[in-house]
T-cell receptor, first 115, second 109 residues
Framework: GAGVSQSPSNKVTEKGKDVELRCDPI?????LYWYRQSLGQGLEFLIY????????KSGLPSDRFSAERTGGSVSTLTIQRTQQEDSAVYLC?????????????FGNGTRLTVT | GEDVEQSLFLSVREGDSSVINCTYT??????LYWYKQEPGAGLQLLTY?????DMKQDQRLTVLLNKKDKHLSLRIADTQTGDSAIYFC?????????FGKGTSLLVTP
């Protein structure tokens, strides 16, 4: 089966514009994560979805960031009024169970550049 | 969140062994992971170890865990140029893994 798919792979946008990043998780995986990877930094947790439960949004850096997961599958991360500091690689991951013993499987990420 | 620390760079010659080290602070960690990231790609799961184990071997990879010292290492035997990548250590007890900043491994001919 296919792995985690993210689109677009690259996105260049002007400061102040809104962007949407898409993630298709592995079929059957109940948990979906968004992480952000900035140059020279580790992975910063953004948001977590598990089944029909309310998402854990504790990692979202500001109210300009939001995410949704429709039908327990595809997820969209939206960044409104983008700023230059939003430039990073946004990684999506899914896991079968969403527990510490259930490995995360990552997509190749969306590289966002805000000019 | 809890801290996961790794050295940032490691350079080895082709054919030598590489050892990448990691320390973590969360004593409740149940699983510890090693991921590999090649340029332009996402993170690929290499291996993981349960906290009640002290060693796991998988072909050229050996993971050692010292739970008392909260120290994890990844040894790559007979390192090849294709092993050049960034290696991330991660710990998990809940649902969100906590990652280190990654160690860039450079393998020279």
């Amino acid at each position: 089966g296919a792995g985690v798919s993210q689109s677009p792979s690259n996105k260049v946008t002007e400061k102040g514009k809104d962007v949407e990043l898409r993630c298709d998780p592995i079929s059957g995986h109940t948990a979906l994560y968004w992480y952000r990877q900035s140059l020279g930094q580790g992975l910063e947790f953004l948001i977590y979805f598990q089944g029909n439960s309310a998402p854990d949004k504790s990692g979202l850096p500001s109210d300009r960031f939001s995410a949704e997961r429709t039908g327990g599958s595809v997820s969209t991360l939206t960044i409104q009024r983008t700023q230059q500091e939003d430039s990073a690689v946004y990684l999506c991951a899914s896991s079968l169970l969403g527990q510490g013993n259930s490995p995360l499987h990552f997509g190749n990420g969306t590289r966002l550049t805000v000019t | 969140g809890e801290d996961v620390e790794q050295s940032l760079f490691l350079s080895v010659r082709e054919g030598d062994s590489s050892v990448i080290n990691c320390t973590y602070t969360d004593s409740s960690s149940t699983y510890l992971y090693w991921y590999k990231q090649e340029p332009g790609a996402g993170l690929q799961l290499l291996t993981y170890i349960f906290s009640n184990m002290d060693m796991k071997q998988d072909q050229r990879l050996t993971v050692l865990l010292n739970k008392k010292d909260k120290h994890l290492s990844l040894r790559i035997a007979d390192t090849q140029t294709g092993d050049s990548a960034i290696y991330f250590c991660a710990e998990g007890s809940g649902y969100a893994l906590n990652f280190g900043k990654g160690t860039s491994l450079l393998v020279t001919p």
